[in-house]
């Protein structure tokens, strides 16, 4: 199974962005989707989380910004992050809980990086 990520770049603050991550391979079902990043010299901090049946979470610093959704049936989850802030740059990192042929596991995807200017 991999976590593919893109849809990072370089923006000003107060633009849009929006980042998907593809699952592939031998894949039963997704569980628990979401979306980590982590700035330099900081620890990753979970960012929003997506349950299979479409309950959220969110990080304080994003909610009212920020919106996490997904498509079942592409194995995909997508996170629109709009009004964006110069603290939100970061690496952003994809996370999904997948039964497939090697069993119930947690994988993660390569980064996508967001960089917010002011």
């Known amino acids: 199974v991999q976590l593919q990520a893109s849809g990072g770049g370089l923006v000003q603050a107060g633009r849009s962005l929006r980042l998907s991550c593809v699952a592939s391979?031998?894949?039963?079902?997704?569980?628990?989707m979401g979306w980590y990043r982590q700035a330099p010299g900081k620890q990753r901090e979970l960012v929003a989380s997506?349950?299979?049946?479409?309950?959220?979470n969110y990080v304080d610093s994003v909610k009212g910004r920020f919106t996490i959704t997904r498509d079942n049936a592409k194995n995909t989850v997508y996170l629109q992050m709009n009004s964006l802030k110069p603290e939100d740059t970061a690496t952003y990192y994809c996370?999904?809980?997948?039964?497939?042929?090697?069993?119930?596991?947690?994988?993660w995807g390569q980064g996508t990086q967001v960089t917010v200017s002011s």
């Open positions: 996370n999904a809980d997948v039964a497939g042929r090697d069993g119930y596991r947690n994988y």
């Open positions: 391979g031998s894949i039963f079902s997704i569980n628990d």
């Open positions: 997506i349950r299979r049946d479409g309950g959220t």
